[in-house]
């Protein structure tokens, strides 16, 4: 299981809500990503956390991986970044999109645990 704490949330985090698109990226975020990304941190990282069928877990939200993009796993393991769109997907899926459902947005708060199986 790869294990993630949430260390920042960016200022403009909120207002991605009503989109219910969620960004995540590692503690190197650049300061013009880091306002409307959550920054997270890794306690655990497998080799290929992200599939289809599998979870993602924020706290005690818990979300199925419905589809993801082809580099979504090479992003998140390098640089802790994809964004999570709590929507159905689109038609091409962007290289670093990763769509769960159900399709509400989730709770997150500075220390967070983010788990993905």
Known sequence: MTKSVVKEIG???PTFKEDK???LFGPQAPKELREMAVIH???NLEEEPLKE???IQFGDESFTITALGNLAN???KELGHI???FQ???EEVLPGAVFAAPHGFPTINEGTVISVK
Do not use: A, C, D, R
């Open 88 to 90: 159905e997907p689109m």
């Open 11 to 13: 200022v403009l985090v």
């Open 41 to 43: 941190e890794f306690e």
């Open 21 to 23: 698109i969620l960004i």
């Open 53 to 55: 069928g599998g979870t």
């Open 83 to 85: 964004s999570i769109y």
């Open 74 to 76: 090479k992003n998140f």
